[in-house]
């Protein structure tokens, strides 16, 4: 059964750190990953998709890789700001069945 | 304005109670999937649906229904043999292919 992980648990730094959010999986044959923000009482939003034939997808100071040999995914922030302060949550997926959740890094940037 | 609308954002049950919940999206999508999330979780499947008529089981269906009768609507009955069902419920669809899944705003449940 795919086991999805993220770690760590929650992370702090001030503003403009760059920082690196980890997420692993136990099952290396995925579709896809997909990396998504979730703000307090709020939806997800989706972040960034990766495709299994992929290695990494960028937007803005967002950047993704994707390692499906080892089960490996990371979301790099660049110049982190207080509004990047939120849940973040990776989820990968297979055709055909529904996205599988880690428990998420919730991320708070200080200024 | 496409999307997902969930209602209502929020909703109080009765103990003994069924309550339902709306999911409604205007992207043409053929899947659609309900989540149910705790404080510290992360998102656990209750059902899921690839076509009209037709859905699935999740980890956790007890004590939930849904039916899917329109593209378009996968609402998800919350009855009375969920026996704790205070929780965070959010509604997502997705494209064929399995590309990019989208989420609703939730509506979050509180048994009374």
């Known amino acids: 059964k795919q086991e999805v992980t993220q770690i760590p648990a929650a992370l702090s730094v001030p503003e403009g750190e760059n920082l690196v959010l980890n997420c692993s999986f136990t099952d290396s044959a995925i579709y896809n990953l997909q990396w998504f923000r979730q703000d307090p009482g709020k939806g997800l939003t989706s972040l960034l998709l990766i495709q299994s034939s992929q290695r990494e997808q960028t937007s803005g100071r967002l950047n993704a890789s994707l390692d499906k040999s080892s089960g490996r995914s990371t979301l790099y922030i660049a110049a982190s700001q207080p509004g990047d302060s939120a849940t973040y949550l990776c989820a990968v997926g297979r055709a055909g069945t529904a996205l599988i959740f880690g428990k998420g890094t919730t991320l708070s940037v200080s200024s | 304005d496409g999307g997902i609308t969930q209602s209502p954002k929020y909703l109080f049950r009765k103990e003994g109670q069924n309550v339902t919940l709306s999911c409604e999206q205007n992207?043409?999508?053929?899947?659609m999937y309900w989540y149910r999330q705790d404080p510290g979780q992360g998102l656990r499947l209750i059902y899921y649906s690839q076509i009209v008529n037709d859905f699935q089981k999740g980890d956790i269906a007890e004590g939930y229904s849904v039916s899917r009768e329109k593209k378009e609507s996968f609402p998800l009955t919350v009855t009375s043999a969920q026996k704790n069902p205070t929780a965070f419920y959010l509604c997502a669809s997705q494209p064929p292919g399995g590309t990019e899944a989208f989420f609703g705003q939730g509506t979050r449940l509180t048994v009374v």
């Open positions: 992207l043409n999508h053929d899947a």
